[in-house]
Every structure is written in C-alpha cells, then in structure tokens.
C-alpha cells in the first residue's frame, strides 16, 4: 500500500514537472527559422501567367517560450531569446500585437500591388483614406495620448491623408514644441494635444513616438487576391512584388529557378531592411531554394546582405544570395539570369 502510494506521488510530481516544463510561459520570445511556402497558392492574378519556378515568401517562427523551449534555444544554432517586453510593449495584449502584425502584412501587400502593377504598366488607381497609428514607442510623449488603431484625421489645422505628410510637418519642429491631433478612436472624434520630444536613440530628431500607416483603398486590373492566412509582419513584401509582376507579365522571370527572399517593400519600390534574416537564409535553404535576396542597405556595415551572406557561408549553402536596395535590382538580375537547366 505504501509503495503505491509512494509511486503516486512521483508520478504526480513527474507529471507536474513535465507540464510546467511544456506548458508554462515565460516572460521570454523565441525566434527561430521558419519555412520557404510557395508564393503561386497565396498571390493570385486574374489570368495570370504561370511560370516553371517558383518565388518563395520565407518565415520566422516565433513564440512565448516555455522553460524546455527556453532551454533548447540556448543551445540550438540559429534560435535566439528575447525579452518578451522587446516583442511585445507592456499593455499591449497578444491579440492586439497579432493585429498589428496582420495588417502590417495586407500594408505589405498592398504596397507589393502598387509597385508590381506600376513596373508591369498595368492599370491602378489610388485613393487615400487617412492615417493609422500602427505602434507608439515606448517613452515617448504618444505613449501617454495614443493607442494603436487611432485614425489621425488633422495636426493642428491641416488635414492628413498621407504618413508621410504628418512625417514632414513635425520634422521642422523642435523638443519644446507640441502639436494638436485631431483622432477617431471607437466612432468617436477626439482632440489631442501632444509634446514633442527628442527620440532615445536619435537625440538630434524629435516626435511624438508613433510609427503611421496609411490607409488606401487600391483598384487594379486585372483583379489580385492574398491567401496569406495567419502570416504577419511587413517583410514579404519585395517576394509579393516579385510573384505580382511575373504573373502579370508573359515572360517567365522565374527561368526555373526557386527564389526566395525578404525585405519590406515601399510604394516607391525601395527594398527595406528586415529582422531575423539569419534564420530566413536557412528556411530558404532547407527547403530547396537556388537564390535569396537580401536588402543591401545602400551596402552599409552590418546589413541584411551581410548577414545574410555570412550565414550562407557558415551553412555550407549553394543558394545564391543577392543584395537588392530596390525592387528594380531583383527585377534587372533574374531578367538577366541564364534559365535553369
């Protein structure tokens, strides 16, 4: 009887102990590689050419980390652990930051549409709807006023349609300024008036410490539709461009080849710089791919591309990694590219 009384309880103990390894989170995020998808089931053009390759959007996986994750992070090549609160400020909900993500992806998309539908000479017409608070740095003085989602309609008596129009209007300003936002939050209009103050990292540039998104509605022809699912962030954004173009257009830029890649794309096509690239290069990699662009950041100390390349060159990889600044340089190199054999 006591015996199994006594193995009752360690199973129990054991049991406990395995949940909380397994199941309970800590105050810590986990990045690590994710995968390469095809890009051909998520981006479809109304009658768009198919093509013998195929461009890849590519993936870092993340998540709170339980303790056995935690731990195998720390050994494991390619994982890293970040505090929870560098991922997700304090008082955002996990629900409001996967939001964020989300529509951080359809900004992603959409300026993708523009930049491809332009480039391929086809017909878009745009309309500006107004100005989004997408993220509010902590520290500074929007913290305080603001919450993501607000709809900025005026600073002071001029009217905002565009992010980089309210961009301008408070880079003439200084630290001892403030500016009257105008703002529909829930339905409702409110007035807001908010400091300007030097931002912690750039002491010689002031804000209000937001980061904006501007709301437009798009028409195109011929019609495109996403299947992105529940993929978030803005770093699919050059791949999106890529896969658009080679749809709407009757040669094959793929030439065969398995393309992967990352960087946020502008409406003006410029190629922006991503997070987690390291990990980007070795989903592409483990899943087949010949060529990974990379955002060359005008070729600056400690680029994507430099990193990039340097992770290429640790794995062994013959994927060809490629520095890109602008949608421009992805499009000239593959319509220069020989076709797979």
Known sequence: MRL???????????????????????????????????????????????????????????????????????????????????????????????????????????????????????????????????????????????????????????????????????????????????????GEKITKQVELAPFPKQKDKVGIGITLVTDRSIEVAPDVKFKSGEIGGPSAGLMFSLEIYDQLTENDITKGYQIAGTGEISYEGEVGRIGGIDKKVVAADDDGCDIFFAPNEGGKKGSNYEVAKKTAEKIGTDMKVVPVDTFQDALDYLKELEPKE
């Not at 996967?98 to 332009?118: G, I, K, R, T």
């Not at 003439?172 to 009257?180: F, K």
């Open 4 to 186: 199994n009384r006594r193995f009752v309880i360690t199973a129990l103990i054991t049991v406990l102990i395995a949940a909380f390894l397994g199941g309970y989170r800590l105050p810590f995020y986990i990045y690590k590689p994710g995968g390469a998808d095809e890009l051909d089931p998520v981006v479809e053009v109304e009658n768009g050419y198919a093509s013998d390759g195929q461009m890849h959007l590519v993936t870092v996986r993340g998540g709170q980390a339980t303790p056995i994750q935690y731990l195998l992070a720390k050994i494991r090549p390619f994982h890293e652990v970040y505090p929870l609160e560098d991922i997700r400020p304090k008082g955002i909900s996990e629900s409001e930051y996967y939001n964020a993500q989300l529509h951080m992806m359809e900004s992603s998309q959409e300026a993708a549409v523009v930049v491809a539908y332009e480039s391929a000479g086809k017909k878009i017409d745009i309309q500006y709807e107004g100005v989004y608070v997408m993220n509010i740095l902590k520290g500074m003085p929007a913290e305080e006023v603001l919450k993501p989602g607000d709809r900025i309609i005026k600073v002071d008596e001029m009217e905002i349609h565009k992010s980089d129009k309210l961009v301008e209007y408070v880079e003439g300003m200084g630290a001892d300024d403030s500016i009257t936002l105008t703002i529909q939050r829930d």
